[in-house]
């Protein structure tokens, strides 16, 4: 059975630098694509990033291109979100998903994390 856990999320102030981590365990990390998600208070979930099994193709969304990257190691089993120059609308829970078919990674992952809180203060 797949497993993410994520990490690294926090209180940070506005235009500060943030790294959330994500661990895969239970299957082989490179047969999944991964993304990362974010739900904000009182809004539905949308995608932020993803990333492909081997990381030559990724995906980030329009509202944060340039500012968040994806990356993923798959000697260490995890992907990333480095996430720069946050706004206070980036305050959101974010999660990590898992899919074996790189069409659904972003529409309608199969596995995901609990996520991890990220708060960012004018």
């Known amino acids: 059975q797949v497993q993410l856990v994520e990490s690294g999320g926090g209180l940070v102030q506005a235009g500060a630098s943030l790294r959330l981590s994500c661990a895969l365990s239970?299957?082989?990390?490179?047969?999944?694509?991964m993304g990362w998600f974010r739900q904000a208070p009182g809004k539905e979930r949308e995608i932020v990033a993803a990333i492909s099994y081997s990381g030559d193709r990724t995906y980030t969304d329009s509202a944060v291109k340039g500012r968040f990257t994806v990356s993923r190691d798959n000697a260490k089993n995890t992907v990333y979100l480095q996430m720069s120059s946050l706004k206070p609308e980036d305050t959101a829970v974010y999660y990590c998903?898992?899919?074996?078919?790189?069409?659904?990674?972003?529409?309608?992952?199969?596995?995901w994390g609990r996520g991890t809180h990220v708060t960012v203060s004018s």
């Open positions: 998903a898992a899919d074996p078919v790189w069409s659904r990674i972003i529409t309608a992952p199969g596995v």
């Open positions: 239970g299957r082989t990390f490179r047969a999944y694509a």
